[in-house]
């Protein structure tokens, strides 16, 4: 639009000239041809500048990124509270109560008799912490609709925060999330988080299939850091017809309030009964391979036959709300 005004002005600019050191009173002043003259190339500059501008970037190919994320189907139902779908991966890696005990600051205790009500067989001397590899999808509040954002991160349930022996919370100190999303960056890093803007491998779905996979259903997510090995996760997992942990157990660990540094908390309804969850793709068990370097963990860690769920659920969220009002709350939905 610019450079048509520009366009327009450079062809009546040798008329306005010509009229205007012809006047009688301008014959004499040999400076005002001059300033035209000099106007008249100045404007050409412009009108070059503007096109390098306006048309160079139309000229690079554009790659557009589209998620196959099923849309949001609660939105109009809570319209004042955030709402939106997680499509991804929750997966258990069972971790020693040792390791978990180095990792999880010391004045939180682990609540081992909750975790083992709803895993009765689950090993003794061991921990289930979480890793999720999840897309973000048609989040929403108001009507205001944010871009999709990727996150991952290994996560720690059944944390007695406010130290009843009773109320669970999962404790999630760092997380790798979509770069340039400043949004969700700020949103995560208010709780205290520990953030890695990354680079997602698929950049715009919760996992990608690997092509000619010897095992069916494979698929593999990746998310790095911007800095040069400062974090990052991997997921390769194939469908599996073993369901070694209930599906109650997943409700209730991923709708534990969370929090990283203790100040407030996240409180994030995982909705399981909702058409993303129901619909033909389901619930599909997985067994696969994680590979995660973060600083909880010296350098990087690898688990094998590693049992989760591949899943997509919609979501109510209510932010930044105070943790002592979950007192006597166990995750159970």
Known sequence: MFSAYIDAALLCYPVLAVVTVQHPKMRTNQSNLQYFVLSFLSLIVLRYACSAYFVIPHQIPLTICASKDQPNPIASIYPSNATGTLNGTVAIIPI????ARQIIPPQYGILEHAYRSLLPSFPQGMYPAIVQALH??????????????????????????????????????????????????????????????????PGCDAYKAVPNSKRPGTTYFSARSLEPGAASLTTLFSSTQ????????????????????????????????????????????????????LPLFTGEREWTNVYGLRLDTAFVENNYLSCESFRGYSGHV
């Open 96 to 99: 020693s109560l040792e390791l």
């Open 136 to 201: 973000d999808h048609e989040v929403q509040a108001f009507g205001y609709k944010i871009e999709d954002f990727s996150r991952t991160g290994v996560e720690f349930p059944f944390i007695d925060l406010l130290n009843d022996n009773h109320s669970s919370f999962k404790w999630a100190p760092s997380m790798l999330m979509s770069s340039g999303h400043d949004i969700a960056l700020k949103g995560a890093m208010d709780y205290g988080t520990n953030i890695f803007p990354s680079v997602f491998e």
């Open 242 to 293: 073993e369901e070694v942990f209930p599906l109650e157990f997943f409700k209730n660990t991923t709708n534990q309030p969370t929090f990283a540094d203790g100040k407030s908390c996240d409180n994030m309804i995982r909705l399981f009964n909702t058409s993303v969850t129901t619909g033909s793709f389901g619930i599909q068990p997985v067994k696969g391979t994680v590979r995660v370097k």
